[in-house]
């Protein structure tokens, strides 16, 4: 059966459905260019991927959401030096523990009634959880899990309902295998781009374009399902 043919309450779930998913991936393009310290409605560059993703969290962080809580550009180079040189205790001593004492310690600590309390940097071993490059294993696979469990999901879905459609045959295989592949590259290389920048730009390209046929695809479903000549 071809979705022209269905009934219109199916026809208009599907519709809702597919406005829903559209409304979910703009505010998921939104929290992640706000959360790099972009314009809302941007496009994050590979750049923007590797500093995210390659480079340790503290410098990220330092970087991007809380660049505005950095006293000045030296502190940032000084805390980005001393975590590619190794992180030495001593250094931390004399030049790190004073820059974060006074730019990130006031919400960064372990009270309670802190505004940051699940990520303190108020001692040495506290900052060191966050200056390895990239995301940790357990991060990534957290983030693995629930992503792709929920877009392969909502993907599989869009997937069925544009085989339903009218277009050629050749179309829809295209579309398919991008969607899936793209997916899969996005997320496969957020395990290596901590070793090699070259996967920032393999997580950028795999994101435009899972993301880019989702969004095809649904307005193609839309056109075929209200605006298709039934045959």
């Given at each position: 059966m071809k979705l022209k043919e269905l009934d219109f309450s199916i026809k208009l779930c599907i519709s809702l459905f597919i406005i829903i998913l559209f409304v979910g991936i703009l505010a998921s393009i939104i929290l992640l260019n706000l959360a790099s310290h972009k314009p809302a409605l941007s496009l994050l560059s590979p750049e923007d991927v590797k500093l995210k993703y390659g480079t340790s969290s503290l410098e990220a962080s330092?970087?991007?959401?809380?660049?505005?809580?950095?006293?000045?550009?030296?502190?940032?180079?000084?805390?980005?030096?001393?975590?590619?040189?190794?992180?030495?205790?001593?250094?931390?001593?004399?030049?790190?523990?004073?820059?974060?004492?006074?730019?990130?310690?006031?919400?960064?600590?372990?009270?309670?009634?802190?505004?940051?309390?699940?990520?303190?940097?108020?001692?040495?071993?506290?900052?060191?959880?966050?200056?390895?490059?990239?995301?940790?294993?357990?991060?990534?696979?957290?983030?693995?899990?629930?992503?792709?469990?929920?877009?392969?999901?909502?993907?599989?879905?869009?997937?069925?309902?544009?085989?339903?459609?009218?277009?050629?045959?050749?179309?829809?295989?295209?579309?398919?295998i991008t969607g899936f592949s793209a997916l899969l590259l996005d997320f496969l290389s957020l395990w290596f781009v901590k070793y090699n920048s070259i996967f920032a730009y393999s997580i950028w390209l795999g994101g435009i374009l899972y993301i880019s046929s989702i969004c095809i695809m649904l307005l193609l479903i839309f056109f075929d399902m209200w605006f298709a000549k039934k045959t």
């Open positions: 330092m970087m991007t959401s809380m660049v505005d809580y950095v006293r000045n550009e030296d502190d940032l180079n000084t805390v980005s030096q001393w975590i590619q040189s190794g992180a030495d205790k001593s250094e931390y001593i004399s030049d790190i523990k004073p820059i974060l004492k006074g730019s990130c310690v006031a919400c960064h600590n372990s009270d309670p009634n802190a505004l940051v309390s699940n990520m303190p940097l108020a001692t040495y071993d506290d900052v060191m959880e966050y200056t390895e490059p990239g995301l940790s294993a357990r991060r990534l696979a957290a983030q693995m899990h629930y992503h792709l469990f929920g877009i392969g999901t909502f993907l599989l879905i869009i997937t069925i309902l544009f085989t339903m459609t009218s277009f050629k045959k050749k179309l829809i295989y295209i579309f398919i």
